[in-house]
């Protein structure tokens, strides 16, 4: 793996070790895909998908935002949590739900303010507040 994303995965640790400890127990996958990271859970597994060049567009700030909104998701079994429901809204539900707790994400971040919504709601009660009734 590539030693941007090894150098953001320390800067973590010793920031959020917490975090930084999980990171090291995911399975890194290199790949693109549109977008600079992802994560999922595969046999039991976490995995974190990075693609190199599009991580590698980020301040090292930003990069281990990037990180812990990946730790985030998994934290909160998101992926786990779909249910059935549209993946799009389900996908911004679920970053509204955890964004304002992360500092340094990229400008374009989902926050819930940007909707008018309230910060500190579950995913699930965000996307009854955005999704339709045709998803």
């Known amino acids: 793996?590539?030693?941007?994303?090894?150098?953001?995965?320390?800067?973590?640790?010793?920031k959020l070790p917490f975090y930084g400890q999980i990171l090291l127990n995911c399975?890194?996958?290199?790949?693109?895909?549109?977008?600079p990271l992802g994560v999922t859970i595969i046999s039991g597994t976490p995995v974190l998908k990075v693609d190199p060049d599009g991580f590698g567009e980020f301040t090292a700030e930003e990069q281990e935002g990037l990180l812990e909104h990946g730790i985030k998701h998994l934290l909160h079994l998101h992926m786990g949590r779909c249910k059935?429901?549209?993946?799009h809204d389900w996908d911004i539900a679920c970053d509204m739900a955890i964004n304002p707790t992360i500092s340094?994400?990229?400008?374009?971040?989902v926050l819930p303010e940007?909707?008018?919504?309230?910060?500190?709601l579950a995913a699930?009660?965000?996307?009854?507040?955005?999704?339709?009734?045709?998803?």
């Open 84 to 87: 059935g429901r549209n993946r």
């Open 114 to 120: 940007r909707f008018g919504f309230p910060a500190g």
């Open 1 to 14: 793996m590539n030693r941007l994303l090894e150098n953001s995965v320390v800067r973590l640790l010793k």
């Open 124 to 135: 699930e009660e965000y996307y009854r507040l955005i999704a339709t009734r045709f998803d």
């Open 104 to 109: 340094c994400l990229p400008a374009d971040a």
């Open 27 to 35: 399975r890194r996958v290199e790949g693109a895909g549109g977008h």
